[in-house]
């Protein structure tokens, strides 16, 4: 038997398929499919502290420079001679005391994974390096993608570094930062602007992918989640294999939370690590749909025996109101996200929460991360925004060890930026008040000075706090 293949996550199912097989989902049954490894004859270290150790490469190997692939004994499904790398996977692991005094924990105790320096600028790219080399293994020579953004700059600057297959992308019209549509457009991929939003994008790249047999890389791609796991191997070696708390992280299409819930899990049951970190998932109130199903419908894993009328419900009365997603949080902007359920046994398995922060708070909240040196898109910061809610309601402890996943640069999305920055109070509710938000507490104001030299020496005079 091969070292890896494929399981249907529904225990009633459990069907397997070969590692080679291009399946967003299960045939059998229609459920989403894991990666399973055969981990006794994975050649791993016993300590965990030696795993992702660069001298394990020959020089100039793949894994020398990606930061996924280093990490390839973890991830055996594709062979070393056909990993795709665009250098992905270099992030840092950072103390941020301002971020850390905003949301309650103690300044030593509270890190942000920062994901923006990523070559396409996001945590994106650590799973495209999973999905992309599984499809060159697979032979495919167009891959595609339903994206509110940071998908499609991943996909496509795979595509145009590698120039092993087309990338073919699809945007919800209207419903993507300037920042990242620029990419995909600018590496050269065929995008199409849909007339809807993500959940419509999404449901017609499935569509056609299984009509035109292209190969899909959104989250529903197991492998694609494989690649994603690596930010939490990252997360533990930066903390020198010591295990945190808690795990914060933005909610959307649920693919981060899932990919961090499995790759926690076999470490722990592999015993490379002692314990589960338990994961917070933070949506944006204007994209509730996980919260809402969780807190409200008592939507739960269940031994993977999952409601899935209730899911059903849920969807037929978003369809009933014509309800959209909308927020400001344009990366999370979802309300059907495809890996609900593997979400659902990652929160199970790691006595995990899930709760929900307005667009007001994950604004305040990524300007307090702004002051530690950080720019992150709106997104990222919900996972700040959330980790301060879960400190004031008791939740975490400000002694917990915490870690916030920062999912994406601030130049993915900068017209947010420079609105909360920019605006006074009435200008910003104008532009922004559909969206609840209606103050910019914490803004660092531009001064209008006159163009002399007397003027401009005053204004810094002031400034300063000098007469």
């Not at 917070?280 to 031994?303: D, E, I, K, M, Q």
Request: glycine share 10%; with cysteine.
């Amino acid at each position: 038997m091969s070292i890896a293949w494929q399981r249907c996550i529904n225990p009633a199912c459990a069907s397997e398929f070969d590692v080679l097989q291009v399946l967003p989902k299960c045939p059998q049954c229609g459920n989403l499919l894991d990666v399973e490894y055969d981990w006794n004859r994975m050649r791993l270290p016993d300590r965990a502290d030696h795993l992702g150790r660069t001298d394990a490469w020959p020089a100039g190997g793949p894994g020398a420079v990606s930061g996924v692939w280093r990490f390839g004994a973890l991830l055996p499904f594709v062979p070393a001679e056909k990993r795709v790398t665009i250098g992905e996977g270099h992030t840092q692991l950072r103390i941020s005391p301002a971020a850390a005094g905003y949301a309650g924990v103690k300044s030593a105790n509270f890190r942000l994974q920062y994901e923006g320096l990523n070559p396409s600028g996001s945590f994106k790219d650590n799973g495209m390096a999973g999905a992309f080399s599984h499809a060159a293994m697979t032979g495919a020579r167009i891959a595609a993608c339903a994206s509110t953004g940071n998908t499609s700059a991943s996909l496509a600057a795979f595509a145009a570094a590698s120039g092993l297959m087309r990338a073919i992308i699809f945007i919800g019209d209207g419903k993507i930062a300037y920042g990242k549509l620029s990419q995909a457009l600018d590496y050269g991929a065929f995008t199409l602007l849909v007339r809807g939003d993500f959940d419509d994008a999404m449901a017609r790249v499935q569509e056609v992918c299984a009509g035109e047999g292209l190969y899909l890389v959104n989250s529903v791609n197991p492998f694609r989640l494989e690649g994603q796991k690596t930010i939490m191997y990252r997360v533990l070696e930066g903390l020198d294999w010591r295990v945190p708390d808690w795990i914060v992280c933005p909610g959307g299409n649920l693919g981060n939370s899932s990919a961090f819930g499995k790759a926690l899990c076999e470490l722990h049951d592999h015993g490379l690590i002692a314990k589960l970190p338990r994961l917070a998932v933070v949506n944006s109130a204007g994209a509730p749909t996980f919260s809402r199903l969780v807190n409200r419908h008592g939507l739960c894993w269940n031994g993977g025996r999952i409601d899935d009328d209730a899911i059903a419900s849920y969807y037929a009365g978003l369809d009933d109101r014509g309800e959209k997603a909308h927020t400001l949080a344009s990366a999370i902007e979802i309300n059907r996200p495809v890996n609900l359920k593997k979400c659902l046994r990652a929160i199970e398995r790691t006595n995990g929460v899930v709760l929900e922060a307005t667009d007001q708070e994950i604004l305040d909240a990524k300007a307090w991360i702004a002051r530690d040196g950080l720019g992150c898109e709106p997104a990222s910061a919900a996972s700040v925004a959330g980790a301060k809610l879960l400190v004031e309601r008791g939740v975490i402890d400000k002694d917990s060890l915490v870690v916030a996943i920062l999912t994406g640069h601030q130049l993915k999305d900068p017209h947010a930026t420079v609105a909360y920055h920019s605006h006074d109070e009435r200008e910003l509710c104008s532009e922004y008040g559909g969206f609840g938000v209606s103050s910019a507490r914490y803004a660092n104001r531009p001064f209008p000075v006159a163009n002399s030299l007397g003027d401009i020496v005053d204004a810094i005079r002031k400034a300063s706090g000098q007469k």
